[in-house]
């Protein structure tokens, strides 16, 4: 999508950190936005900052692990705002720390929220977006988590952004030629955000909120997240698949995935060894 001005976005986790880093970035490029979270304060505060811009702006109290609210909000944003070209799929939870540490209930929560929420906003635009008959862009917020491993994030949280990372390339390949709905997957280093934060809005079910941090744990030395916005709206119209905020994570990336290629010479070496032969699809044939 290259002209954006006067084109209408929906960001879920948008009164808060990279959310309305987008916002911003996006109003500032003549956009207007549907700010969407499950904080409805702080989405009304966004959206106020958004109208400050002289841009249009809706708020909308939206729990993106529950889809018949994803589905509402949908609604709301085609019906309010004439129709809908950009959806982020951004609202993402975090509660970090080793498998030992943790609660059960984190795989419901984190998987729930960073996975389930990018899910159901598929499911809600998508057919949407199709039926409008518009170019149309989806960002889908994985992390550096979601293109290699590190212990501190824990495994759910890394479990969930490989997915997203996943299921966007995937839904790049279905949508984009078909029907001009491109995909990216923003895949964030360290943004000065209040992540480490998420327990706030933990449901009780899911164990409640949990021990927020009472020391200053260095968000604040990350990246502006109105910058990561910028990016990101670069991106839409480059069309790029992948949104890197910290190109400096590469060799980190290249070390994982030279890693892989060994398994790889290795699983050749002793597949001959054994006098098994490679049997169904061979690369380069796409079994869809
Ligand atoms: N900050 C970083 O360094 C970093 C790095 C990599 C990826 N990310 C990802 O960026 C995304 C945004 O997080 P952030 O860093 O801006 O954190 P943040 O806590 O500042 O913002 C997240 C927003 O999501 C909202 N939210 C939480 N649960 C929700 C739910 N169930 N439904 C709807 N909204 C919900 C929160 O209220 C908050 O406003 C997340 O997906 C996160 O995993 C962040």
Redesign the pocket.
Known sequence: MQDTAGKVAVI??A?????RGMAHAFADAGMDIVIS???IK?AEAVAQEIRAKGRRALAMQ????KQAQVEALAEAAFREMGGVHVLCN?????QFGFLSKLKDTDWDWQLG??LN?VIHGIRAFVPRFKKQGQPAHIVN?S??MGVMTAAGPGIYYIASKYAVAGLSEHLHKELVDRYDIATSVLC????N???L??SR?RPQELGGQGVLPDRDLGMGS?MD?VDVGRLVLRAIRDRRLYIFTHPSMKPMVAASHAAIQGDFDWAQKTLEELGVAEMGLVQGQEPV
């Open positions: 879920t986790g009164g808060s950190g990279i959310g979270d499950i904080e702080s939206t729990d993106v692990s951004n609202a993402g939870v975090g929220v960073n929420g917020t992390s550096m964030p280093g360290h943004v955000t209040r992540i934060e998420s809005n990350g997240p």
